[in-house]
């Protein structure tokens, strides 16, 4: 558990849980089996991925940041709020993606190359202007983008 720390965050488990709440700085989370709940980090720049746990953020996409997060099996949950800028790109291979009702994406305004069969379970498009990249994947997991 990391609590209001700041810096170059690295954190690596087998099986153990990783929750950081308002981080601050460049924030790079593994594990095989553990969950990873990231709130209110004030990062542009996050990375988690996760075998088999769940990944959760609830925090905002700051402009010119990069939020990638990707697991195998377990479910990635994502909070944004309306005043949220970024380009989405939300993969499940064999899982779903499930979107809030009100997430109105505009088509991409970047360039994506979107491989054959995949757009079923995936989401692609920016939200307001684009500000920050989201890219959201997993083999067999359900994707959840919600409202905060």
Request: hydrophobic share 35%; glycine share 10%; aromatic share 8%.
């Amino acid at each position: 558990n990391l609590e209001e720390v700041a810096g170059y965050l690295v954190g690596k488990t087998v099986s153990g849980s990783v929750k950081c709440v308002r981080c601050a700085g460049r924030i790079e989370v593994n594990s095989i089996s553990g969950n990873v709940r990231l709130i209110q980090p004030i990062s542009s720049n996050v990375r988690a991925q996760t075998y088999s746990g769940s990944i959760f953020f609830d925090g905002d996409f700051l402009a010119g940041g990069v939020y990638i997060l990707k697991n195998h099996r377990g479910p990635i949950e994502v909070k944004y709020t309306e005043s949220d800028s970024f380009d989405l790109r939300a993969t499940s291979i064999y899982g779903k993606v499930d979107q809030e009702p009100s997430l109105a994406l505009k088509p991409p305004a970047h360039e994506q190359r979107i491989a054959p069969g995949i757009k079923k379970n995936s989401l692609f498009g920016t939200y307001n202007s684009g500000a920050a990249r989201v890219e959201l994947t997993s083999f067999s997991g359900t994707i959840s983008i919600r409202k905060r």
